[in-house]
Structures are given as structure tokens and as C-alpha cells.
T-cell receptor
Framework: NAGVTQTPKFRILKIGQSMTLQCTQD?????MYWYRQDPGMGLKLIYY???????DKGEVPNGYNVSRSTTEDFPLRLELAAPSQTSVYFC??????????????FGDGTRLSIL | GDSVTQMEGPVTLSEEAFLTINCTYT??????LFWYVQYPGEGLQLLLKATKADDKGSNKGFEATYRKETTSFHLEKGSVQVSDSAVYFC???????????FGTGTSLTVIP
């Protein structure tokens, strides 16, 4: 009953370092999303994917890259970490955004600090 | 465009008080509406949903009714408990897009 699994749970990076946040889901969902949540704020969409090989930008894509080579995995890449990218990152998946009755399922988040 | 406007917090209530968190929406197409809850240090969990006008979603004593005439989906609970302390997000999806749209979240603290 894994659902959406994110790794790592916590990470501290130095400015300029790079890293990949991993996200995998075992529900055979077509749609996957990456959000960031700054302290006391709502969710901002970074990137999303409607299926393997297809990705699209959300509201705040700058400084990030994604790929979707399989249905299960949707990694988020930070190439040159900046303090402004300190945040909590959530991955989510859904069967479809267009089908009613299909909510998103969220991972537990990755708490990232850049110093 | 599609959007959700949610009552700003934080909200502080005494245990057993009545809760209302307001949510209104703007949407093209036919939206489905959701309430999510986020407990401290955790991800968002679906609390309840409604997929068409006049539907009432309910779960764990919380209720929300999909009101098309007022484009609203207000969250209510008759008697809150300390364990209900969390952040609540209203959200929508439509049958014409690929995204979900979230409100800014309302922080609820229930004091004994």
C-alpha cells in the first residue's frame, strides 16, 4: 500500500550544488505533479506530466528540470541550488485531472534547505 | 482562468466549537471539488470531495456541499477536536485541463 513515495525526506545542500528529488508511485497513475510549499504558504506547481515522455511547466519552473521515462517515476532535478529553493517539495499523482472523482495522492514531502 | 479563493487564517477555536472555512471557485467546464488536510510535517490527504452540483462530501464529521449557484464549497464541522488542528486546502479540477488548483490553505488550531 505504498502510494506515492518521495526520497529523501530531508536534505541540506550548499549553494551551487545539484541534486535529484525522487518520486515514484505504484498506482499506475498517468498524471504526476511536483509542487513546492514555502513556510505558511500554499502549493505552487513546478512541473507536471500527463504520461511517460510528456512533461509541462507549471507556475514556477525556473531552476528545475524533470523527466518522465516511466509511468511510475517522476524525478525533479535542481541543477544549481539557490537559497530561494529552500522549501518543502511534494510529489503527487492522479489517474487523470479530467476525470471527475479522481483526486490527487500526495507523498510525504522532501524538506530541502540550501545554505 | 480556473482558481480557488479560500478564507484566510489562521483560525483558532475552542474544542467543541462549530467550524466553517469558506471556499469559492472560478472554473471553466465542470469542476470537481476537494478538501485536503495537512497535518504538521506531513503531506496533503484527501478529506472529502464532490463531483457535481448539490453533492455533499463528508468524512470524519466534516461536510461540504457543492453549490453551483454561489460557486462555493464551504467546509463545516459541528464540533471540532484538538486532533483537527491542521491546515485545510480547498481544490478543484476540471474536465478541460490537466491541473489541480489549490487555495492558499487555512490553518486551524483547536485549543482544549
Amino acid at each position: 500500500n505504498a502510494g506515492v513515495t518521495q526520497t529523501p525526506k530531508f536534505r541540506i545542500l550548499k549553494i551551487g550544488q545539484s541534486m535529484t528529488l525522487q518520486c515514484t508511485q505504484d498506482m499506475n497513475h498517468n498524471y504526476m505533479y511536483w509542487y513546492r510549499q514555502d513556510p505558511g504558504m500554499g502549493l505552487k506547481l513546478i512541473y507536471y506530466s500527463v504520461g511517460a515522455g510528456i512533461t509541462d511547466k507549471g507556475e514556477v519552473p525556473n531552476g528545475y528540470n524533470v523527466s518522465r521515462s516511466t509511468t511510475e517515476d517522476f524525478p525533479l532535478r535542481l541543477e544549481l541550488a539557490a537559497p530561494s529553493q529552500t522549501s518543502v517539495y511534494f510529489c503527487a499523482s492522479s489517474y487523470s485531472a479530467r476525470e471527475s472523482n479522481q483526486p490527487q495522492h500526495f507523498g510525504d514531502g522532501t524538506r530541502l534547505s540550501i545554505l | 482562468g480556473d482558481s480557488v479563493t479560500q478564507m484566510e487564517g489562521p483560525v483558532t477555536l475552542s474544542e467543541e466549537a462549530f467550524l466553517t472555512i469558506n471556499c469559492t471557485y472560478t472554473a471553466t467546464g465542470y469542476p470537481s471539488l476537494f478538501w485536503y488536510v495537512q497535518y504538521p510535517g506531513e503531506g496533503l490527504q484527501l478529506l472529502l470531495k464532490a463531483t457535481k452540483a448539490d453533492d455533499k462530501g463528508s468524512n470524519k464529521g466534516f461536510e461540504a456541499t457543492y453549490r453551483k449557484e454561489t460557486t462555493s464549497f464551504h467546509l463545516e464541522k459541528g464540533s471540532v477536536q484538538v486532533s483537527d488542528s491542521a491546515v485545510y486546502f480547498c481544490a478543484l479540477s476540471t474536465n478541460t485541463g490537466n491541473q489541480f488548483y489549490f487555495g492558499t490553505g487555512t490553518s486551524l488550531t483547536v485549543i482544549p
